[in-house]
């Protein structure tokens, strides 16, 4: 694949939600900041504790977040589509890297190093604020997977995953959603903090019941109620 233009890099960024405010003439500046990254299926993107600093937003591919316990225990935070930008909190304060990430497919990134963006970040104040408000998300969402993680029983860990990944990636069909990420039982398992066969006897539960159904190799939930009822 031939490195992307300019013109391509800008509008890549403008599609972003954290950059798509910017004007013509500062997505085509900070495009001349960026440079390219491209990893392949399981590679490592960036690694817990790495000094590396830089900004990253996801131009195709897929990633995945999380963090791995002493006793090798792996644990998903956040899956992450093209658009999306990783490395802000290293950004910021300049100290090493919070996560694991992972490539699941092969991807491109941009890349802005810290000492090239911070000049450009503090010359746009209401940037500034849309970088805040992205912080604050990110660290809601950490808040709600941890009181999963400590307090939620499996089912209501499980059932919010699939919800959430309705709502992100779902399409409506005759019999209810379909989730049209594929997403193996081994990466949900990742993200609720449980073994792969505790995931597979309750979807399996689920089938049964009729609660999710199956096409084209695809989850459909069928009865979000009743997933959304483990959540109340």
Known sequence: ????????????????????????????????????????????VMHRGDPDCSLLVLVLGRLRAGAVSIEGR?????????????????????????????????SLLLSVERRDFLPFLRARPELML???????DRLRQSSTAYEDLALAPLAARLARLLLTLAEAHGAPTPDGVQIRLALSQRD??????????????QLRQWHEAGVLGDQDGRLVLRQPAALRALLA
């Not at 999306?84 to 100290?95: F, K, M, N, P, Y």
């Not at 849309?130 to 604050?136: I, N």
């Not at 949900?188 to 006897?201: D, H, P, S, Y």
């Open 1 to 44: 694949m031939p490195a992307l233009s300019r013109t391509t890099k800008r509008d890549v960024l403008a599609a972003t939600p954290l950059f798509g405010m910017l004007g013509r003439e500062e997505l085509l500046a900070l495009a001349d900041l960026a440079g390219e990254r491209r990893v392949t299926r399981d590679t490592v």
């Open 74 to 106: 792996e644990v998903t935070l956040d899956l992450m589509e093209p658009g999306e930008v990783l490395g802000e909190i290293a950004l910021l304060d300049g100290r090493p890297r919070s996560l694991d990430v992972v490539a699941m497919a092969d």
């Open 130 to 136: 849309r970088f805040m408000e992205l912080l604050c």
């Open 188 to 201: 949900m398992a990742a993200q609720v903090a449980a073994t792969r066969e505790r995931v597979n006897k």
